[in-house]
């Protein structure tokens, strides 16, 4: 994870299964699984005041985003798995 210039972070963690990860505030990823194995990812809202989204894109990679335009769904989504 990391942050702004004017609110610096860097950590770098390998997590395991029950490994629990609080991000105080900057932007992380990226998140992933070696071949074989599964990965859930949860993110989760905690702590006072209202509980809503307030997400940002990291300036920086922001255009990334304007790259989806025109391209299609991946047809796996939405991803549910009903219950047993």
């Known amino acids: 994870m990391y942050g702004p210039p004017e ?3 860097d950590v770098l963690a390998e997590v395991g299964s029950g490994d629990l990860l609080l991000l105080p505030h900057g932007w992380y990823g990226p998140a992933m699984a070696v071949p074989g194995n599964d990965m859930h ?3 989760v809202m905690a702590g006072p005041g209202e509980r809503r989204w307030q997400i940002c894109d990291d300036p920086a990679h922001a255009w ?3 790259t989806w335009a025109g391209e299609p769904v991946d047809p796996r989504l ?3 798995v009903s219950p047993a």
């Open 78 to 80: 939405p991803f549910y």
């Open 64 to 66: 990334v985003r304007d």
């Open 7 to 9: 609110r610096p972070i």
């Open 41 to 43: 990812y949860l993110n």
